[in-house]
């Protein structure tokens, strides 16, 4: 039997799309679509993954010997569940990738997905999302986007990150429409090392309206009093937190 046969027997025995053996292998849906058609060869790396995973010997899964053994339950072992809403953990050499899905789902989307893998960007997609990428409405990953974000790139309405794009952004690195809070910030309002915005503040500030506090100087009550002057806030709270700090420094 042809290696591309005997692959596409095998995943189709185990239940699995091309998408989620592209998963465990780590590499792309494409890639295993290349192999079944013959177009393309996998390296060693993978071959091996390949035979780990459906415990095979490297001869019996390129076709040079015969496979007689007894049709392998992917089900045993912990090696492979078919159902989508399951835990899935793989234990291959030197590779490693859990998914766990919820079965409740919300708008056909499960409520909670995790993914991760050692190799690749195993995506994530829920309302709840964690993994090497992940995507939803609270969403936690290496690169996140969601309404609430929190990654080492992270694109969200509420952003947190190394990187942090968003409509408030919190991070090493923050970018928001509205506000960004950072060692650089870069936003509306802009408070951290190196701030820039329409209102800034930081110990380097740039702006229609900076306050550059510098080294060793005081953020007193009259700068309060201009950021809120600055930012056109004249609620009662922000009125009496004035009224607290015009006699207490802040540092």
């Not at 001869?59 to 835990?87: C, M, R, W």
């Not at 910030?185 to 550059?212: E, H, P, Q, R």
Request: glycine content about 14%.
């Amino acid at each position: 039997m042809e290696f591309q046969e005997q692959l596409y027997r095998l995943r189709k025995q185990a239940g699995l799309s091309q998408e989620e053996l592209s998963h465990i292998i780590g590499v792309s849906r494409q890639a295993v679509q290349k192999w079944e058609a013959g177009s393309a060869r996998p390296d060693l790396d993978n071959l091996i993954a390949l035979a780990s995973h459906f415990k095979l010997s490297l001869d019996q899964l390129v076709g040079l010997t015969e496979n007689h053994s007894s049709p392998i339950s992917f089900a045993q072992n912990g090696y492979y569940s078919p159902s989508k809403t399951s835990n899935s953990i793989y234990f291959i050499p030197c590779r490693w990738h859990y998914e766990y899905k919820s079965k409740c789902t919300l708008w056909g989307v499960p409520i909670l997905h995790i993914h991760f893998a050692d190799r690749g960007l195993a995506r994530a997609t829920g309302i709840f999302a964690i993994g090497n990428s992940s995507f939803g409405l609270v969403s936690l990953g290496g690169i996140s986007v969601g309404l609430f974000s929190l990654g080492g790139l992270s694109l969200g309405v509420l952003s947190f990150g190394g990187i942090a794009l968003g409509a408030m952004a919190w991070g090493g690195c923050a970018i928001g429409v509205l506000a960004a809070f950072g060692g650089l910030a870069v936003g509306n309002v802009a408070m951290g090392g190196c701030a820039v915005g329409d209102v800034a503040i930081g110990s380097k500030a740039v702006g229609d309206t900076a306050f550059s506090l510098g080294e060793g100087i005081h953020a007193t009550a009259q700068i309060w009093n201009e950021f809120c002057h600055a930012v056109q806030v004249r609620g009662f709270g922000y009125q009496l937190l004035s009224y607290i700090l015009s006699h207490v420094k802040l540092f």
